[in-house]
């Protein structure tokens, strides 16, 4: 086991090496001038080249990528001041250090993601399994149907509509924000719901066609078979061999959401106004801040990569079958 | 350079001391776009007056029955992108900064809507006596920093002295420039090296003369400029100040999270007897920032909760609500609507379109109310005639092409012109941003230009890199859509920096590569006049001028709406930025 957590950080390492370069060099090409945003109203050329200098912009891809990656280990001097390491580089839109606005950004997608997920797999994969066992029956029909309705939906249609009625319309449940947990804990819940509602709700719906596909296709294998003629219990036979089957998609697919879920909701943030990565990156796409938008691509890229190896180390867990070779 | 909405507009413009000017059009169309403009257009007036030492004097005029206390609070899609005064150019920044930061002098709401120049920080509106190439303030007793000490000369000398340092990039250079040269970066590093700006004289802890190199009779007005706002050295922090700025104004910073929120809180030394310009009702101020304005509409037309005392600088009603608000009589109470200093222009390429002839045919043939149809109607801006915008003092209604008799385009007038010309079937290649509410205003100009015998060739720009591209001298296009609005309300930032040849460079704003002799020395003139209504003379002739050689398409002038919460009181209109207006407002 260790070994094969050793062997796939190191290739992570590399993937993320490669990612980083990737993500530099694309954002970096693209035929835009980030120091053309910050020049005024009223642009001179030599102003243009003043900031094009401040900005590192005047050295080569090559120079600014390796500034910017030998920063992450050593830290780097700015005007402005020193960045610590682990230091991605500095956002001259927002006049930030990258680093401390993501740590600042992060917990706001974290809560996000911890409510939604505690709704969605409990709802989602409960119901799965119950469509699963009532397969064909009244209920597996409705659980299906309502499933699909719930998967069609998109966020920025059931966002909007959750919030005209839920708090426009009735002033029912509170406009979303985020306050810290450790500051309120129940305005941290109350300013969430809305959003972990409506992002369960498409998520719930996926969980819950995925289980029961997996159940279903679980319970008609062999080895199920076997088990119910050896004169095993429903139960035992649905909860001790199926679902565990089945456990090993869900769980392979949940680690990808999950760092998926923590690198940033684009749409979910932008529509309930949360501070949160995902609304960062689209932020920093729209005002061209560059360094910014690398920062967040390669945290999102790290969860993924991070929660992969996680799920991988899991399934020897689920699965006897599995071993980490 | 953005902001919008409807109805009509008529502006007069004034300026007082015993001077005073006005000039009025009115255009304005029912949102169905289908008639011509008509004669059943209202008049809003907007006026600038330049005040005396007496109107300096404060308090600012009380709003009717407010009152002191609560927390009011703002939600708006962005941050400000700057708060250090020396980076702040933006309208939206300078809204905000009216709360914590004082200029030399300032703008001043009269109990009427109009606007007077005022001494903020001085106790008059300055003094020149040769023409305005020496201007002398004066500064009150009692105006302090936020700490208590008081506020001198010297703050005022240093915090134009470090708008000349390299690391600030974004606000006004016009007092740099007169001061020193062109390249004023190279004439003078700023103070952080020790040296100090000999231009900036301070014979005593009150007083403060800058000699120019030139005349500029309106530097009254350029000191108003939140980019010439103060900043005490003991607490210049260089380009951190920019998060959290020392305040001389009724308000300081508690907090700033960037994009996230910003709280202000009362400035204990800040003394309203010093101040003609602020009110200061709330306790507290707290902006929120990431409200989308689909989500800001629906926020404030359900009015819950907190949000009923919450308003926004910047975000208009969404399209999708315009109808909606408009005819909601409940609303209308908490509806402001105004003209806004931005005009919109459909550049044209006089690098590439020399023929006087072409460009008449092109401004003929223009399908204003098709474009602004497809923007929002009247509630996007009123038919633009000139190149000034109603809002600038000396503003002359012209309607030399007859677009508000014609905004649906004169073809036939077009083709005309164009045989005149023997320039039928001349190409014209239009740059566009390529968004989905531009797809369609270009298929609106194709219809438009092909009926007048124009061959019309679109280029779909890419929304980020639009102004780089056509701010390119050698772009290779004929027409191309841009906004323009005056930094303060004379004709020579309204003008000068778009329509002056001289100001031709790459990323420069003199899109239109209009460099006409003539007008160049009508402007170096016109600076020149120190009587403000000869002055706004001289800026309307030069703006007749402009319509004379038909060097652009003048097309609207922008309009606001928008909405606030209904637990406040005193939000108005603020026609010198076209944003809401903080310095009244109070919660009920």
Request: charged share 20%; net charge neutral; with cysteine.
């Amino acid at each position: 086991m260790l070994r094969f957590l050793v062997r796939r950080s190191l290739g992570a390492l590399v993937i993320l090496l490669v990612i980083s370069m990737v993500t530099f060099e694309l954002f970096f090409a693209i035929p835009q001038d980030p120091a053309r945003l910050s020049c005024g109203k009223v642009c001179t050329p030599e102003n243009l080249a003043l900031i094009r200098h401040s900005m590192g912009l005047d050295e080569s891809t090559i120079m600014q990528f390796w500034h910017w990656f030998s920063g992450i280990f050593t830290g780097r001097d700015y005007s402005v001041g020193h960045c610590d390491a682990p230091c991605f580089g500095y956002s001259f839109v927002k006049q930030e250090m990258i680093t401390d606005v993501l740590l600042d950004r992060f917990p706001t997608t974290l809560s996000l993601t911890f409510g939604s997920v505690v709704v969605f797999l409990l709802f989602g994969v409960g119901t799965g399994m119950l469509a699963a066992h009532k397969q064909g029956k009244p209920a597996d029909k409705i659980a299906s149907s309502a499933s699909l309705i719930a998967s069609s939906m998109q966020i920025y249609v059931a966002g909007p509509l959750a919030l005209y009625v839920f708090v426009y319309a009735t002033d029912w449940l509170k406009q979303p924000a985020y306050i810290p947990i450790t500051e309120d804990p129940i305005a941290w819940f109350s300013g969430l719901l809305v959003p972990w509602i409506v992002l369960s709700l498409i998520w719930t719906a996926n969980y819950t066609r995925m289980t029961r596909s997996s159940m279903v296709e679980q319970l008609s294998e062999d080895y199920v078979r076997t088990a119910r003629a050896k004169g095993m219990t429903g139960r035992s036979v649905f909860l001790r061999f199926a679902w565990r089957g089945a456990m090993g998609t869900i769980v392979t697919v949940f680690g990808i959401d999950l760092g998926t879920l923590l690198g940033g909701a684009i749409i979910t943030e932008t529509v309930f106004g949360l501070h949160g990565l995902g609304e960062l990156a689209i932020r920093a796409y729209f005002d061209s801040d560059l360094s910014m938008l690398v920062g967040v691509t390669l945290v999102a890229a790290t969860l993924i990569v991070v929660f992969n190896i996680i799920v991988d180390a899991a399934y020897a867990l689920i699965d006897p079958r599995i071993r980490l070779a | 350079m953005n902001v919008r909405k409807s109805r009509q507009l008529a502006a007069a413009v004034m300026v007082v001391g015993a001077l005073t000017v006005t000039t009025a059009c009115s255009s304005g169309n029912s949102n169905s776009g289908t008639k011509p403009e008509a004669s059943k257009s209202k008049v809003a007036a907007t006026a600038i007056t330049v005040g005396t030492a007496a109107d300096s004097v404060g308090p600012a005029i009380a709003e009717p029955g407010a009152k002191k206390g609560g927390t009011v609070t703002m939600i708006d899609r962005d941050d400000f992108s700057h708060l250090d005064p020396a980076q702040v150019y933006l309208n939206y920044n300078s809204e905000a900064s009216l709360l914590f930061t004082r200029q030399l002098t300032g703008y001043k709401l009269q109990a009427d809507g109009t606007s007077k120049l005022v001494g903020d920080l001085a106790t008059d509106t300055g003094t020149t006596a040769d023409g305005g190439k020496t201007w002398k303030f004066t500064l009150k007793d009692g105006v302090k920093w936020q700490d208590g000490t008081p506020i001198t000369s010297a703050d005022v000398k240093y915090s134009v002295e470090r708008t000349f340092a390299p690391f600030i990039k974004s606000g006004p250079t016009y007092l740099q420039q007169w001061l020193t040269a062109t390249d004023y970066r190279a004439a003078y590093p700023g103070p952080y090296e020790g040296k100090e700006l000999d231009a900036i004289q301070t014979p005593d802890a009150k007083t403060v003369v800058f000699a120019f190199q030139d005349v500029h009779p309106d530097a009254n007005f350029t000191v108003a400029m939140t980019g010439y706002g103060v900043v005490p050295k003991a607490q210049d922090t260089k380009e951190a100040y920019d998060k959290k700025p020392f305040s001389s104004g009724p308000y300081q910073i508690a907090e700033h999270v960037t994009d996230k929120s910003l709280d202000l809180v009362r400035n204990p030394n800040w003394d309203p007897a010093t101040d003609p310009i602020r009110n200061a009702y709330p306790d507290k101020w707290h902006m929120e920032f990431g409200v989308q304005s689909q989500q800001s509409t629906e926020r404030f037309i359900a009015d819950n909760g907190a949000d009923k005392t919450t308003f926004s600088f910047h975000n208009q009603v969404h399209p999708t609500f315009i109808d909606k608000v408009k005819n909601d009589a409940a609303l209308k109470p908490r509806t402001l609507e105004g003209l806004t200093p931005y005009v919109d222009y459909y550049y044209m390429n006089n690098t590439r379109l020399k023929d006087q002839k072409v460009r008449e045919a092109l401004l003929r043939a223009f399908p204003h109310q098709q474009t602004r149809q497809l923007q929002g109607g009247t509630s996007y801006g009123d038919y633009a005639t000139n190149y000034m915008s109603p809002t600038v003092l000396g503003y002359e209604a012209n309607d030399m092409y007859d677009i508000l008799k014609k905004p649906e385009g004169d073809p036939e007038a077009a083709k005309k012109l164009l045989a005149e010309a023997g320039a039928t079937g001349q190409t014209i290649v239009y740059a566009y941003n390529n968004t989905p509410t531009q797809q369609k205003v270009t298929e609106a100009i194709r219809v438009g230009l092909e009926k007048a015998g124009f061959k019309f060739v679109p280029k779909p720009l890419d929304a980020k890199t639009y102004y780089d591209a056509i701010g390119l001298t050698n772009n290779e296009y004929d027409l191309y859509w841009g906004g323009w609005g005056a930094d303060w309300p004379t004709g020579y930032t309204s003008l000068q920096p778009v329509w002056d040849g001289r100001a031709i460079a790459d990323g420069a704003s003199n899109y239109a590569h209009t460099n006409d002799e003539a007008i160049n020395k009508m402007m170096d003139d016109a600076v020149k006049i120190a009587d403000p209504i000869a002055q706004g003379k001289a800026w309307a002739a030069i703006d007749k001028e402009l319509q004379k050689k038909a060097y652009s398409i003048p097309d609207v002038y922008q309009r606001s709406l928008s909405l606030y919460g209904s637990g406040l009181g005193g939000v108005k209109f603020d026609s010198l930025f076209g944003l809401q207006y903080p310095l009244n407002i109070y919660v009920k």
